[in-house]
């Protein structure tokens, strides 16, 4: 039986959506003064220690991070320090709404993926109406990149989806986690892609040399750590315990508004009419994938 959602539940999942849809919104700010690899060190790192404040050793961590240390490495370089890192540098040359629309194809890619490596989760002819109205839209979205005399690079749009794909596979990967505690899952996949991140800052960054930045520079970046990564995954899992991984994935529809609107504002973004049509054709692929419409549909009927 499908988990109703509260109203409560609906403004926790709008404020998600918001912060979230804000972590492009800062990111974009913050790559103008922090390279990409640093800032995603930055985000992780602060963000997993907020979260280990937060569990204050509950739920058992510790033991836990020793014994599984290398699952928990593998689902950081997936969910996490691979691709913050392709969407970070993918937003040295795009602005936070079209990168969220390109990085919102990730339930898309997440079935494609379990499809292909699980047994359980197989296409259904909705899912396959989703995925294809839904990469449709990437289509349309990337297509007149391919034109010299557009000023966006073809690789600057591919890397939001290449990270939406990393999603994917990390969202199948993270199905070996069953049983242990959400927050202990977002704390160690974010200890690990820290350590992964942190060398690899220091040798193509070298952060010593870097001018200070800005005021507004450190504010993205304690923002996107502690906001949209910190406290977004506590929203996140309470969204979770509430209405279920179905009602909670809903927010995917909720961040590129979010992103486009403080871009918007703040940053004078604007979206091209074909960027517009891709968003919509994404977001009509991921509802369809959602398959609330025909249960409901049946329902009546």
Known sequence: MEQRISALTWGLLALLGLIWGGSFFFARIAVAEVPPLTLVFLR?????????????GRFGIYPLLKSRWREFLILG????????????FGQTRIGAGLASILNATTPIWTVLIANSLTSDEKLSSAKIIGCLTGLLGTVVLIGPSLNSSRDLPLWALLLPVIAAGCYGFAATYGKRFKGVA???????QMTAS?????????????????AMPS????????????LSTAVGYIIYFRIMAAAGATNTSLVTLLVPPSAILLGFLFLDERLEMTEMAGMALIGAGLVILDGRIYRRSDAIA
């Open 182 to 188: 959400p927050p202990v899952i977002a704390a160690g």
């Open 77 to 88: 370089i997936l969910n996490n320090a691979l691709p913050h890192a392709l969407i970070f």
């Open 44 to 56: 992780l790192s602060i963000a997993a220690l907020a979260l280990h404040i937060y569990i204050g």
């Open 215 to 226: 005021i507004n520079a450190i504010a993205a970046v304690l923002a996107i750590a502690l």
């Open 194 to 210: 820290s350590l992964v991140a942190l060398p690899l800052s220091l040798a193509m960054d070298h952060p010593w040399a870097l």
